[in-house]
Nanobody, 122 residues
Framework: VQLQASGGGLVQAGGSLSLSCAAS????????MAWFRQAPGKERELVAA????????TYADSVKGRFTISRYNAKNTVYLQMNSLKPEDTAVYSC????????????????WGQGTQVTVSS
């Protein structure tokens, strides 16, 4: 496994969680990074993406203003801070690495990590 997501758990609505995505053999500064999520019975959706140096980010409309994606290339890690969580945020969250690294648009994701479960209770 080259990417490992962690930090999921059970939280009440309105609470916060911070997810991390650490790389073992990949050098993440060579890639744009993203968080995806998939809820039971639903298609996988892009939650947030960030280019190689953090200069460009994009978010799904459903999480704008509540989630923040960031990266610390020196630690080869990408983060997703999730605030004001809602029950509809419940899903398995996965991180992915893609190219080109300079943008968050038109990215092809080549590497995927195992997901971490986020459950938000009402």
């Amino acid at each position: 496994v080259q990417l490992q997501a962690s930090g999921g758990g059970l939280v009440q609505a309105g609470g916060s969680l911070s997810l991390s995505c650490a790389a073992s053999t990949l050098t993440l500064s060579n890639y744009a990074m993203a968080w995806f999520r998939q809820a039971p019975g639903k298609e996988r959706e892009l939650v947030a993406a960030i280019n190689w140096n953090g200069g460009s980010t994009t978010y799904a409309d459903s999480v704008k203003g509540r989630f923040t994606i960031s990266r610390y290339n020196a630690k080869n890690t990408v983060y997703l801070q999730m605030n004001s969580l809602k029950p509809e945020d419940t899903a398995v969250y996965s991180c992915a690495a893609g190219t080109p690294k300079s943008t968050v648009w038109g990215t092809r994701y080549h590497y995927w990590g195992q997901g971490t479960q986020v459950t938000v209770s009402s």
